[in-house]
């Protein structure tokens, strides 16, 4: 069965600093991930996705992701934060399961961004 | 603006109730997702339609029903409201013709409070 695995529920960071939020993904096929970012009441928004192609994919605001098949992991980078990127971060795995996909949704990261 | 539209924004009412949330997808996508968002649960996904058609369920109550219509928007229905439907409830498209690379777009939601 396939699941995603945020490993931190929150990670603080001082403004300019890098940003790394961790993910780790089960899937017994070569999986699709994405990264969401979901700023308070606000909906969830695309950041980027990986889907065979670039291993190291690049998204918006500057943020990128690593796909590592060995790790199982698809990590998401910044080098340096902005105020403004506080807010959850999702990551998620598209499954195949009874013949449709679904999204796999992790639990989400809580990223806080300080002066 | 992911080109999804959920109507209303906010939705206040009391226990016992029903309520329809209304969903309209991205021009072109065939699938509809369905999402509760709530502080103690975290996203859980509901149910899916793909072109009219119910194609997987996941932690939807009996109390809850969906469908979506020839036009593919689509309506989610909550009956007999408690307290802790409280949440905010997404809704999420995607094209979905067969693969699983395609990127699910979100709306904004919609923030039920039962009181």
């Known amino acids: 069965a396939q699941s995603v695995t945020q490993l931190d529920s929150h990670v603080s960071v001082s403004e300019g600093t890098p940003v790394l939020l961790r993910c780790n993904y089960s899937s017994s096929y070569s999986p699709s991930l994405f990264w969401y970012v979901q700023h308070p009441n606000k909906g969830l928004q695309l950041l980027l996705k990986?889907?065979?192609?670039?291993?190291l994919v690049k998204g918006i605001n500057g943020f990128e992701a690593e796909f590592k098949k060995s790790e199982t992991s698809f990590h998401l980078t910044k080098p340096s934060a902005h105020m403004s990127d506080a807010a959850e971060y999702f990551c998620v795995v598209s499954a195949l399961s009874s013949g449709t996909y679904k999204y796999i949704f992790g639990t989400g990261t809580r990223l806080k961004v300080l002066a | 603006d992911s080109g999804v539209t959920q109507t209303p924004k906010h939705l206040i009412t009391a226990t016992g109730q029903r309520v329809t949330l209304r969903c309209s997808p991205r021009?072109?996508?065939?699938?509809v997702y369905w999402y509760q968002q709530s502080l103690d649960q975290g996203l859980q996904f509901l149910i899916q339609y793909y072109n009219g058609e119910e194609r997987a369920k996941g932690n939807i109550l009996e109390r809850f029903s969906a469908q979506q219509f020839p036009d593919l928007h689509s309506e989610l229905n909550l009956s007999s409201l408690e307290l802790g439907d409280s949440a905010l409830y997404f809704c999420?498209?995607?094209?979905?013709f067969g693969g699983g690379n395609a990127e699910a777009f979100f709306g904004q939601g919609t923030r039920l409070t039962v009181v």
């Open positions: 990986y889907t065979s192609a670039a291993t």
């Open positions: 021009s072109g996508d065939l699938s």
């Open positions: 999420a498209s995607s094209v979905e």
